[in-house]
């Protein structure tokens, strides 16, 4: 079966959350740890946290990209896996709870903006920004039925993720990768779903490559 491939953008194809740099910038490390506490004990959803966080920036997009440029770095090796990708024939798509406009900025810097991107909207405002999301998933961007959709046309489903977001789609997928170290990796392990772990993009591509 002809494979489609689904990858997280923060914290997988980045090294670092683009809204842990917003907050972290515009609100300060309390806000920041605040939220992850409300986050892990239920208290808070992922969709109304994400809200929140991007209600704290302020300026242009070119501004907050500006500031995303200086402490994101994107992993270099995630044009290799586009490569395998677009060599064998599989569709490879973004999908991200974050910001589309930012994320095909960074892409387009790889030289990687012909890859597909599903993610949430955003409206820059003087008084915040307000994040457009694209459903009514707890994400704000239901990836699982990206996932699911790609399964009901006949592909063998991929999912490489790394946190919260990433949960239900990553169950979905038939084969399913993890960042090492993070939130879904210890979801997985702790249900017993089969995963693989992986440090880098190149690791998700030598993989497959041997598929």
């Not at 506490?37 to 501004?63: H, N, P, W, Y």
């Not at 210890?186 to 030598?206: G, H, K, M, N, Q």
Request: aromatic letters at 8%; a negative charge; hydrophobic letters at 45%.
């Amino acid at each position: 079966m002809p494979l489609a491939v689904f990858v997280d953008y923060d914290g997988t194809i980045t090294d670092v959350d683009t809204s842990d740099v917003f907050v972290r910038h515009f609100a300060g490390d309390g806000l920041w740890d605040e939220i992850n506490v409300l986050l892990d004990s239920g208290k808070m959803s992922l969709r109304d946290a994400m809200a929140l966080e991007i209600s704290f920036v302020r300026g242009t997009l070119d501004e907050a990209d500006a500031l995303l440029r200086s402490q994101v770095c994107v992993d270099p090796a995630l044009s290799g896996l586009v490569r395998l990708c677009e060599s064998a024939g599989y569709p490879l798509t973004v999908v991200s709870s974050g910001l589309e406009p930012l994320i095909r900025r960074a892409l387009a810097r790889e030289g990687l903006a012909r890859v597909p991107v599903v993610a949430n909207d955003v409206t820059p405002a003087p008084d915040g920004w307000r994040i457009e999301f694209r459903d009514q998933s707890d994400n704000g961007n239901d990836k699982t039925a990206l996932v699911r959709a790609a399964a009901e046309a006949g592909f063998a489903t991929v999912f490489i993720g790394d946190g919260r977001s990433d949960y239900d789609a990553a169950l979905a997928a038939q084969r399913r990768f993890a960042k090492r170290g993070r939130q879904l990796e210890r979801y997985l392990a702790a249900r017993e779903v089969a995963f693989e772990p992986f440090s880098t993009i190149a690791d998700v591509t030598a993989a497959l490559s041997q598929t």
